[in-house]
C-alpha cells in the first residue's frame, strides 16, 4: 500500500505524549484477544508498549517534518512580503526622484558663467579740462561737471574745441599761458542746489573716482566719501 502523501495534520508534539497502560483495565479487550490467541500475557504487554513506542517515533518525525515545513512556508511567504514591500518602496523611491527632477527641470536656471573670466571694463568717462584744473588746485568745482550731463558736455566739447586753443591767464602775479578748455567754464554748467537727487548721487560717485585717483590728501578723500555715502542713506 502506498503510504498517504498527505498525512493529516498532527496536532500534539507526540513527545508530549505518555505511553498507556496496557496492564489496566481499559486494555482488557485487547489483553484477552491476544492472550487468546497463544500469547503470554507478559508478552502482550511487551509488545503493546513496543507497537506503542514505534508508533510514537514515526508520529514524532511526522511532527518534526510537519514543523519544518511550516518554518519554511512562513519564511517564504516573509520572502514574498518582503520583496513586495521592497517593490513599493523602489517605486516610491523613483517616482520621488522623477517628480524632484521634473520640479528641477521646471525651476528657474541661473546662466552659466565661466570663472576667471574678466569682465569687460569700460573706460571711465574723461572729466572736462577745467574741472581737472580745479581738482588739481583744490579748488571748488561745480558737481555737474561730474554728471552725466556734464560728461556728454565734455565730450562734445572735444569735438568743437581745438586742441591748440590757448589763453593768457595771470597766475601767481605771474602771466602764463594755458589750454583754453583748462581755463572756461562750461555755458550749461549747473548749480549744486539746483541738480536733481539723481544727477548728484551719479556726479557724486564720479567726483570720489576722480579724487581716489589725484594726490588729494587721504583724510580728505575720507571725509568726501562719508560725506556723498550718507546723502545716499538720507531717505
Known amino acids: 500500500m502506498d503510504q498517504d502523501e498527505n498525512p493529516a495534520r498532527i496536532e500534539l508534539d507526540p513527545r508530549l505524549e505518555v505511553c498507556p497502560n496496557f496492564n489496566s483495565a481499559a486494555y482488557t479487550l485487547v489483553r484477552d484477544s491476544l492472550v487468546n490467541a497463544g500469547t503470554p500475557v507478559d508478552q502482550v504487554i511487551v509488545t503493546l508498549v513496543n507497537a506503542w513506542t514505534a508508533d510514537n517515533a514515526t508520529r514524532r518525525e511526522l511532527w518534526d517534518a510537519q514543523q519544518q515545513a511550516d518554518r519554511d512556508a512562513e519564511e517564504a511567504a516573509r520572502q514574498l512580503r518582503d520583496a513586495a514591500e521592497q517593490a513599493k518602496r523602489d517605486d516610491d523611491l523613483r517616482r520621488a526622484e522623477e517628480e524632484r527632477a521634473e520640479a528641477e527641470r521646471k525651476k528657474p536656471k541661473m546662466p552659466d558663467f565661466r570663472a576667471g573670466a574678466l569682465a569687460e571694463v569700460q573706460p571711465r568717462p574723461m572729466i572736462s579740462p577745467f574741472a581737472r584744473h580745479k581738482l588739481n588746485k583744490f579748488e571748488y568745482i561745480e558737481l555737474w561737471y561730474f554728471t552725466p550731463a556734464g560728461l556728454r558736455a565734455t565730450a562734445a566739447s572735444q569735438h568743437s574745441t581745438s586742441d591748440d586753443?590757448?589763453?593768457?591767464?595771470?597766475?601767481?602775479?605771474?602771466?602764463?599761458?594755458?589750454?583754453?578748455?583748462?581755463?572756461?567754464?562750461?555755458?550749461?554748467?549747473?548749480?549744486?542746489?539746483?541738480?536733481?537727487?539723481?544727477?548728484?548721487?551719479?556726479?557724486?560717485?564720479?567726483?570720489?573716482?576722480?579724487?581716489?585717483?589725484?594726490?588729494?590728501?587721504?583724510?580728505?578723500?575720507?571725509?568726501?566719501?562719508?560725506?556723498?555715502?550718507?546723502?545716499?542713506?538720507?531717505?
Open 165 to 235: 586753443a590757448y589763453s593768457l591767464v595771470q597766475t601767481d602775479e605771474v602771466m602764463a599761458i594755458k589750454p583754453l578748455a583748462s581755463v572756461r567754464a562750461s555755458k550749461s554748467v549747473v548749480r549744486d542746489e539746483d541738480l536733481s537727487w539723481r544727477d548728484m548721487t551719479i556726479g557724486g560717485d564720479t567726483f570720489l573716482e576722480e579724487i581716489a585717483d589725484s594726490h588729494w590728501p587721504e583724510p580728505h578723500k575720507q571725509a568726501l566719501a562719508s560725506h556723498f555715502y550718507r546723502i545716499g542713506r538720507h531717505p
